[in-house]
């Protein structure tokens, strides 16, 4: 009988990728069938953006890493099945963004990620989405 190496969440990590804009490394935490939700002023509770898989959830990353902006994550708190944090976007136009994230975890990866994000409506470009 052959023991398994269990993986555990290590939301430091998960920081650091989000503040490096590291799209590899931040794929890395999510179960291969996880969802992610995306709740904002275009994308409502009653039609949110939902990924599915980590294929849309790679594509997601790598976009929003992509971008020329600073990310700072903050207010973390961490569960043996969940974890809630804020990270907090700028763009070198003035935009900020502030999204609350909550992640529901299982087997040491993220299975369901929720974001309900908002942006300043004065400086950021119109038609910006996050």
């Not at 995306?38 to 976009?63: C, H, Q, Y």
């Not at 043996?80 to 990866?109: K, N, Q, W």
Request: proline content about 4%; aromatic content about 6%.
């Amino acid at each position: 009988m052959t023991a398994s190496a269990a993986i555990t969440f290590d939301f430091g990590d998960l920081k650091r990728a989000i503040e490096h804009s590291d799209a590899d490394a931040l794929v890395q935490f999510y179960a291969d069938d996880a969802e992610m939700i995306i709740v904002d002023r275009n994308r409502p509770p009653s039609a949110p953006m939902t990924l599915s898989g980590k294929e849309e959830i790679t594509a997601f990353w790598r976009d929003v890493c992509s971008r020329n902006m600073t990310h700072r994550v903050g207010r973390e708190v961490v569960g043996a099945e969940r974890a809630a944090f804020v990270e907090e976007c700028a763009y070198p136009d003035g935009c900020h963004v502030m999204s609350a994230m909550t992640l529901d975890l299982r087997d040491g990866r993220i299975a369901r990620h929720l974001t309900v994000q908002a942006w300043d409506e004065v400086s950021c470009a119109p038609g910006r989405t996050s």
